[in-house]
């Protein structure tokens, strides 16, 4: 039995060590993001329902920006990792470049339509013209933050592919407090600040954002020397990396941005009655992360399928399930016939033992395990010496 266990990595030291050495900080982040919205939430329900579900209805654009922003991350990722453990430096910078490129473009657009018309956003989820204002007031402020956030997120993903975690965890753990302290001022008044009440948690997000990019800023040009990709690389444009970048990252950037739509199109289901149903769908949302921190469908899809390069079927698992399965049950429930919240809730996360049995049978067949790094002829040794120190 110990012989089969040690065949899979169970009982091997080394290994259990790295895995929680890398899983710990992950972990910690989305705690920390939890506790965001658990404090967001908290001090907003002294307003009321309507501040409640005015803050989640203004950021629901972030879910497609989140879906845009992990899709192409998460698709260059793919490609950072393998290269990783090739010691390919050179070819990590130009993935890592084309990468926030396209994340900066994204955010880019994201803000300019949440600027241009944020109640037509809004009157896509309510009728409500109540939280149409406070929610329009919300997001036309925080979509400020929205191309500093995409930056440093990008480039902390980028450093997971190589083992680089803890960063990321301290960066995290410093904005919690600058978005609680400035949210803290600027809801309610204090220590000098305007009393903005729902624009004051947006103020509070732009200040943390920030503070997250100016952190990974000081990072990047004073600390990180192992990789040595600097925001000024992203002046350049090159071609060599990006079919395979392309190649790899549309299946995972097309499973994110169905997956964000339909994660917002869940919020249209649950809006079939009056706004205490939203603040009611809120707290849901909020208890929910917890369900995608232990979730084995995310650690399936997202840590094992996509790591091994097998990204299109990943995607058609996660989307599938979710479209085929999720949504058509959520329309039923809630639209057709009328079930309580927490029935709609449950049809609505039907997919994930879907995913995950589909999952596991792909991982138990071996198929899932990918080479996608660009293969070359064999370079002279000093080319490849320079290479691998990071020169390209």
Not at 25 to 47: E, H, R, Y
Not at 260 to 289: K, Q
Not at 296 to 316: K, P, S, Y
Request: charge should be positive; proline fraction near 4%; glycine fraction near 10%.
């Amino acid at each position: 039995m110990k012989q089969r266990l040690d065949k899979h990595f169970l009982l091997n030291r080394a290994f259990v060590g790295t895995l929680l050495a890398i899983a710990v900080p992950i972990a910690l982040q989305n705690m920390i993001s939890f506790g965001v919205a658990v404090m967001d939430s908290v001090m907003l329900g002294s307003f009321g329902d309507v501040a409640i579900a005015a803050a989640n209805l203004g950021g629901q654009p972030f879910s497609i920006l989140m879906s845009f922003g992990f899709g192409l991350s998460s698709g260059g990722s793919v490609l950072i990792a393998q290269y990783w453990g090739k010691g390919d430096i050179g070819r990590i910078r130009k993935v890592m470049r084309i990468s926030m490129q396209l994340v900066f473009l994204a955010s880019l657009g994201i803000t300019v339509v949440c600027l241009l018309m944020p109640e037509g956003i809004l009157r896509i989820f309510t009728k409500d013209e109540a939280i149409v204002q406070a929610g329009a007031g919300y997001l036309a402020l925080v979509a400020f933050s929205y191309i500093p956030y995409s930056l440093s997120n990008n480039y902390m993903m980028s450093l997971r592919a190589v083992e680089k975690v803890k960063i990321s965890t301290a960066i995290y753990g410093v904005s919690f407090f600058v978005n609680v302290f400035f949210n803290y001022a600027f809801i309610f008044g204090k220590f000098g600040a305007p009393r903005l009440e729902v624009r004051g948690a947006a103020v509070g997000t732009i200040f943390a954002r920030c503070s997250e990019l100016v952190m990974v800023l000081i990072y990047m040009y004073f600390r990180e020397n192992t990789v040595g990709f600097r925001m000024h690389d992203c002046l350049k444009f090159d071609r060599e990396m990006l079919p395979s970048y392309t190649r790899h990252s549309l299946p995972v950037l097309g499973n994110e941005l169905l997956w964000g739509v339909g994660f917002v199109a869940t919020s249209v289901l649950y809006n079939v009655t009056p706004e205490t149903y939203e603040a009611a769908y809120t707290i849901i949302g909020v208890l929910a992360c917890l369900q995608l921190v232990l979730g084995i469908d995310v650690t399936c899809i997202v840590g094992i399928l996509r790591g091994g390069g097998d990204t299109r079927t990943a995607f058609v698992y996660d989307c599938g399930a979710l479209w085929l399965v999720s949504i058509p049950m959520g329309i039923l429930a809630g639209l057709v016939l009328h079930l309580p919240v927490p029935l709609v809730y449950v049809c609505l996360k039907l997919d994930s033992p879907i995913k995950a049995f589909l999952s596991l049978l792909r991982i138990r067949s071996g198929k899932w395990i990918r080479n996608v790094t660009v293969q070359t002829s064999p370079m002279p040794p000093e080319e490849e010496a320079q290479r691998a120190a990071g020169m390209e």
